[in-house]
């Protein structure tokens, strides 16, 4: 596993070996020791190395066994060791210490409650976990960026996405990985599950089936279905739009912006870029330019020929690109060259998301644009979708609203640019970091105030993270 912290213990034989050939031996083979613990001392001396290695797992294994006089014990990679028995628990918020405890959180005093909500099934929102649970739902379709790998090869990742939730927002979320890849099946699976969440949070489900999927649950269900590789991606995006065209002193409605790879997320980056007011958009992917005069087999292309490229082009990237302000890439590495970059309008942005390796390395168009950002946490600028979901559900949640709509999105996007302040705004830092605790509540307030607005909100909240539901008390008599 490349860039990874392995943890080696050996054995070495102190008559036949020294340290430093196993010390060298490690450097030539791309490894660096960051950590030495001595087990146990003497002749047959045991040691744990903590070793910091790009070469990966086998060459750095390899390269400690061609010392004589040492022989490897147990060697792990320290991801995989955080990993052991998974990432979540479930904990109870109230201890069971009496008999009086166990009736009332269980038979016979738990009937009360069953009844309660048997009468007024909105009662469900206050009186189970639904009020604050999220079901993150994959089918491992497509994964980050490895593609259709499975279910049980997702759960890692479906588990980092609660845990995000949880650290970031509150919002208590569990990971849910469909042995399907069958639309309809996971419609139907979602919709029955859904009476015991608030929020259905949909991750790494392959393009087309995901747009479908979402609109079908969002039609069926009244609560928030959000599928966050298409909306989160662009509503980050539009943030480090709105900053970075502040910074090179450009209108958001004087923009003229191509996306590049229009799949879940290039066609809600294209949706939220008309939401925003941007004039002219061009829609490219490995077809070439998509054109109102062509019939497209993807629905979701079909709109997207009909909404984008006002001025006829055709072509390809090449094409595209010649006098744009904005290069945004979904795409894949390498798609984009620093002559096409050359071709744009001055003081150009260049958002080469694509992970991980974006479509253009940085270092080869410094200078060149004026802004660049990418999905990477190695480079500045990095547009990561921890920065949306967490306070768009948060706020969602608290205000119990049906749906997720456009003006919570756009409001999102406006909210997490804001927090980057006039003073703090550069080339460099156009879209705060995912551990500024500035940006949760910032969404969530956003989020609530254009749920109302929009008519999806069903109650009334306090502004501020963790405050006590105003209205639960008062609603259900307690």
Request: with cysteine.
């Amino acid at each position: 596993m490349n860039g990874s912290n392995l943890i080696v213990r050996l054995e070495m034989d102190t008559d036949r070996a020294v340290f430093g050939a196993i010390a060298t031996a490690i450097g030539a083979a791309g490894g660096d020791i960051v950590a030495i613990d001595v087990i146990r001392p003497g002749q047959k001396s045991i040691r744990d190395l903590t070793i910091r290695s790009d070469a990966g797992q086998e060459a750095i294994a390899s390269a400690i066994r061609s010392v004589d006089g040492v022989r490897i014990v147990n060697i792990s990679d320290q991801t995989l060791l955080i990993h052991l028995g998974g990432k979540l628990e479930v904990t109870p918020r109230i201890k069971i210490r009496t008999r009086d405890d166990l009736s009332r959180v269980y038979t016979p005093g738990v009937a009360k409650v069953c009844m309660a909500i048997h009468e007024d099934p909105a009662s469900a929102f206050s009186l189970t976990i639904k009020r604050n649970t999220v079901a993150v739902v994959s089918d491992g379709s497509a994964v980050l960026g490895l593609g259709n790998i499975g279910p049980a090869a997702a759960m890692p990742v479906m588990e980092g996405k609660a845990m995000l939730f949880k650290e970031l927002a509150g919002v208590d979320a569990f990971p849910i990985c469909l042995d399907t890849q069958d639309s309809d099946a996971i419609v139907e699976i979602v919709r029955s599950l859904a009476p015991g969440f608030g929020g259905i949070n949909l991750e790494d489900i392959s393009s087309p089936r995901c747009f479908e999927i979402e609109r079908r649950l969002q039609e069926l269900l009244d609560i928030p279905v959000f599928h966050d590789d298409q909306h989160g991606t662009a509503v980050v995006l539009i943030a480090s739009l709105m900053n970075a065209a502040k910074c090179v002193g450009k209108r958001m409605d004087t923009l003229r912006v191509v996306v590049c790879g229009i799949g879940a997320a290039g066609m809600s980056i294209v949706r939220m870029l008309h939401s925003a007011g941007v004039p002219s958009v061009v829609a490219v992917d490995r077809e070439g330019i998509l054109s109102a005069d062509r019939e497209y087999a993807n629905p979701a292309w079909q709109w997207c020929a009909q909404h984008t490229n006002p001025e006829g082009r055709t072509g390809g990237l090449t094409e595209a690109i010649a006098g744009a302000d904005v290069f945004i890439g979904v795409s894949g590495p390498g798609v984009l060259n620093v002559d096409q970059v050359k071709s744009m309008a001055a003081d150009p942005i260049v958002f080469a998301m694509a992970n991980p390796e974006p479509e253009i390395r940085p270092d080869l168009i410094q200078g060149i644009a004026a802004v660049i950002g990418t999905g990477r946490s190695d480079y500045p600028n990095q547009i990561n979708n921890v920065l949306c979901f967490p306070g768009i559900f948060r706020g969602a949640l608290d205000c119990r609203a049906s749906r997720i709509t456009e003006g919570m999105k756009l409001a999102a996007a406006k909210a997490i640019a804001a927090v980057v302040t006039d003073e703090q705004l550069s080339s460099e830092y156009i879209v705060p970091s995912v551990f500024n605790a500035d940006v949760v509540e910032n969404v969530r307030k956003a989020v609530i105030e254009a749920a109302y607005a929009d008519k999806v909100a069903r109650r009334q909240v306090k502004r501020s993270l963790g405050d006590e539901d105003k209205t639960s008390h008062a609603e259900h008599g307690i």
